[in-house]
């Protein structure tokens, strides 16, 4: 095989490897779910159901979780005014280990009409991983305090988890939850596989500049040969 043909060959490989180790990133997984709440309220049981979102994004050695509520899932025979009603939940951990991270928000931004579903404001915590592994993240009970009266809602439907992504406990010493999910700026992705190869475009470029180093060699060394 002639030297120009090698070192052809060379490139190529280089440039498929990359896209192979694309395929091979590991990768978080997060999705809208449906939760259906039951809600024990100052006027009697009501239903509802709330497309539920949970992102996370690299704090550290923690996780700051954000759980979004597309719609609301009580409402009030009164008006509330602004900032009457405050609201908190529970994020249920599974998997590498069980635990229960608190989230809370601010209070309603804009007084809510009576007897209309109540928007719930974007709740915030911080989960830090004890235990190194793949964790899922699910809505659990959601807690609605106003006027002097609180309503709680329970998940009914059973639902799946909004998001599952791999986790190393804080001072673990591996990859930071970040890392893990395929990110390099340390948010850690809504949906997964598009980050991952976004993220591990800069390994493919490695690999096709090590390539090039061979070739490089290759070249020089035919050279001396035919010297």
Known sequence: MSHRKRSTTLVLAAAVAGPALLLAAPAAHAEVVDVKYDC?????????????????????????????????????????????????????VK?????????????????????????????????????????????????IKAMGTVTTCTPGN???????LEVTAAGGGKESPGAAAGTTDGTLPQTGPTDSALALGTLGGTVLLSGAAGVLWLTRRGQRARS
Do not use: H, R
């Open 40 to 92: 024990k309220t100052p006027i009697g049981d009501k239903s509802a159901v709330s497309p539920i979102d949970i992102k996370a994004v690299k704090d550290g050695e923690a996780v700051k979780l954000t759980m979004s509520f597309q719609k609301g899932v009580s409402s009030s025979p009164i008006e509330l005014g602004k900032g009457a009603m405050s609201p908190s939940a529970l994020i249920q």
């Open 158 to 164: 059973d639902p799946k988890p909004s998001l599952e």
């Open 95 to 143: 998997g590498a280990e069980e635990t229960a991270v608190p989230v809370s928000g601010p209070p309603n931004p804009e007084a809510a009409p009576a007897n209309t579903p109540i928007k719930i404001t974007d709740l915030s915590g911080t989960y830090t991983p004890k235990k190194s592994g793949k964790v899922t993240f699910t809505a659990g009970v959601l807690t």
